[in-house]
């Protein structure tokens, strides 16, 4: 028990007014999430290791489990820690497929881990938010838009930097490069997507070099890749590019209704945007995508992102397309609080401490308590019969903004002071209640200091 | 992808109705803890192994990270899993005493890993609801009363079958057994512990045997274990067994204090009771000790408990003394719903599905979600233009009691149905409100089905 302490890299840890800045955010994302309909899941944290691990650069980063006295190989668990919330949620959706209804409308708030190396905005536990909607065998286009548009409403409504949405649309690059006459357009997609490390002539002379395109087709990936607008405009500018294609016709359909959708939506900081460099580096991306930044953040890269996978699971007979976009909690948040851009009102609930006389005098005060309890302002009693200014400063300490005061004998009635203005008024414990704004924490927001 | 899914033993999963009453349950202990001034905290999930496993029986369940890809032993993280909310909480204290003040009150909702035989109750990964108050260097015994009673209220306010909190002290026991005569008490009260398991004269040869007590003293052991009543008379009965101790009447004095306070707050299904045989096995409880156990599932054991503990944490300078107390929201809640006692009202959050006339029309049925969302009410479009009576049997499926009809062209206004009753009434979407039970899903509450 003696033993120092010290944190764990990777593991942030918030106190309790931090905590409560989170807790005031979850909730806010949830009640956007159930106003539009999707029910809250949770996962069980651990996954069979065959169903994480793919043979991908994020299988060295899984946590595996085994038992602290394992006797032997034998007792190993065959388990992992999710790495994300996609991988258990395909499989919730087909172990639990006959319990569900289609289309299936879920969000998801828990953490993951993943044992990379810790940096700002990285971490080896950390939280995020989903939101999806999976179909059976079809889901259709619509919901691209609906889902992109719930999580720019559960964005606008909490007090971040300004935040912005960048689409793009799987199909649009394809539908380009096919009808350009590209032939790996994976490739091409990876060697763009070395725009914002390496200069564009390079990028040019890798499209040439390494996917077989003419200087030309490169000039035009690049043009491509280089539109960037809030509305709908790029249609115009990619049809100027004039690569005619079946598949571009439809991703450009589709980027439009999603900015279109989107924007409509949009507003306190959030903006939105096609930006047609956009492509997301997993594989399974089949339409639109999104990336999520955050201004002033952008060493943060994206702070959130997704899009639509036409398999998002399947059993073999079945197959449950899905479109969904994933935000990150932690990523977001404990860089905000560690710059002071977020902080918690005060480390406690209690809006109200209740002083005390003498410690004889404890169920009145408790009596105090409980009539405040049940019209839902949370208190606390003082824990001992202190001087009243030493009760007064313990209140100050926890940013707890009123102090209670009962009748002394043969004195007035009830009291409360606010101490931070250090009015004092009669008040009722069966009728008073402090303003709304002071009966929970509340997040408050600071200019970034420099 | 095409593998066969099943389920993980011991990692139960909830379905999204299922997961409404988990979710309304935790809502409601939160706010319980948060109107008795109680913060909420979050720890990491893993802990360093040497502050787990500390050479007990728990230690083979601890679960230990290692890296898939970890190249020798010397990639071990050194880290497992927490398996219980205490350690973790107790670290937390330390590592961050310089940011906390004292006493402080948290509350801390999170899953724990155990990796024991899964059975009804016990799991691999459960969920705790767990209260505590933490002092430095001293922790006043009123807390004792306060921490306890605050679980009271919060279990009270659940809809759970009868739940009874049985106290006693550990002073009580230490001093009764000491004024008794005999010299090693740990090992009495073990052998007490089996009065569960053994007729009551084995339990007394035993404690001949194993303890070296006299018959006589033998049998006041058992009688002292034997007393349980739901009141302070039990002080009487202990008096009248003539056995006199300064710890005893400490005891007696703080046992009484606790279950009078405690029979004060509690109501609806929830008793309390003086009962002289609880020990709980763990060794660094002090003083009060509860156990909580749910009238019908006495099989599950208790579905709670906790105590004071002198020690909680320690940094060799300064000592931590808490009294807390844990309910097992998963072990109670998960044999509950799979028996039906507990059902969500519905698996969505949806109050009202806004119908569609066809595609071309989704953007005036959105029109009227967002005005219904304007106003706090979840409701969701429906994905499809199908016939009315399709529409309609897409919101029975999933438990959403209205379905919204816009005026089509040349028909009449906006007119919402209650598709339980069939009742179709004119409704305006900047006005209309469904009745306050059917915002939300609620807790369905069911007689067990034999």
Redesign the interface.
């Known amino acids: 028990?003696?033993?120092?302490?010290?944190?764990?890299s990777g593991?942030?840890?918030?106190?309790?007014s931090q905590?409560?800045v989170?807790?005031e955010v979850i909730a806010s994302l949830s009640r956007t999430f159930?106003?539009?309909?999707?029910?809250?899941?949770?996962?069980?944290?651990?996954e069979?290791?065959?169903?994480l691990?793919k043979g991908g650069e994020i299988?060295?980063?899984?946590?595996?489990?085994?038992?602290?006295?394992a006797e032997d190989a034998g007792d190993d668990?065959g388990?992992?820690?999710h790495f994300d919330l996609t991988v258990p949620f395909a499989?919730?959706v087909?172990?639990?497929a006959g319990?569900?209804?289609f289309?299936f409308?879920?969000f998801q708030v828990q953490?993951a881990w993943r044992?990379e190396r810790p940096q700002e905005g990285r971490y080896r536990?950390f939280t995020q938010a989903d939101v999806d909607i999976v179909g059976r065998d079809v889901l259709?286009f619509?919901?691209d838009v609906?889902v992109m548009g719930v999580m720019v409403a559960a964005l606008a409504a909490l007090p971040l930097p300004p935040v912005s949405f960048q689409f793009n649309n799987r199909k649009l690059i394809q539908g380009f490069y096919r009808g350009l006459g590209i032939a790996d357009v994976t490739e091409a997609i990876r060697v763009i997507d070395k725009l914002d490390k390496l200069p564009a002539e390079e990028v040019a002379t890798q499209l040439v070099e390494r996917v077989g395109a003419t200087p030309e087709q490169a000039q035009r990936c690049l043009d491509l890749a280089t539109i960037r607008v809030p509305d709908t405009s790029f249609v115009e500018r990619v049809r100027a590019l004039g690569v005619e294609d079946e598949l571009l016709d439809e991703g450009l359909a589709e980027l439009a209704a999603v900015v279109e959708g989107c924007a409509a939506g949009a507003h306190g900081g959030v903006s939105v945007e096609a930006n047609l460099r956009i492509a997301r580096g997993l594989d399974y991306y089949t339409g639109t995508v999104v990336e999520i930044f955050m201004s002033g953040y952008e060493r943060l890269k994206s702070v959130g992102g997704g899009g639509r996978y036409d398999?998002l699971?399947?059993?073999?007979r079945t197959t449950y397309p899905g479109v969904g976009v994933s935000f990150g909690v932690s990523r977001t948040l404990v860089p905000l609080i560690a710059d002071g851009v977020l902080s918690g009102s005060r480390?406690?609930?209690?809006a109200v401490l209740v002083a005390l006389t003498d410690?004889d005098a404890?169920p009145a005060s408790e009596s105090v308590a409980r009539s405040l309890?049940a019209r839902?302002?949370?208190?606390?009693?003082a824990?001992?019969p202190q001087k009243f200014g030493k009760q007064i400063r313990f209140a100050e300490?926890?940013g707890i903004p009123y102090v209670w005061f009962l009748p002394v004998a043969g004195g007035e009635g009830h009291e409360v002071k606010d101490i931070r203005s250090g009015d004092q008024v009669a008040a009722d414990p069966d009728t008073w209640s402090p303003p709304a704004e002071d009966l929970?924490p509340t997040i408050v927001t600071t200019e970034e200091q420099q």
């Open positions: 028990m003696a033993t120092r302490i010290s944190p764990l593991f942030p840890e918030l106190l309790p905590r409560a989170e807790r159930e106003l539009h309909g999707f029910a809250n899941i949770e996962t069980r944290v651990v069979p290791l065959d169903r691990a299988d060295k980063e899984i946590y595996v489990l085994r038992r602290l006295q668990t388990l992992g820690l499989r919730y087909l172990e639990h319990h569900l209804e289309p409308r879920r953490p044992g536990q259709p619509h919901h609906e398999a699971a399947s059993d073999g480390p406690v609930p209690s410690e404890r309890r839902g302002i949370p208190c606390e009693v824990p001992a300490r926890r929970r």
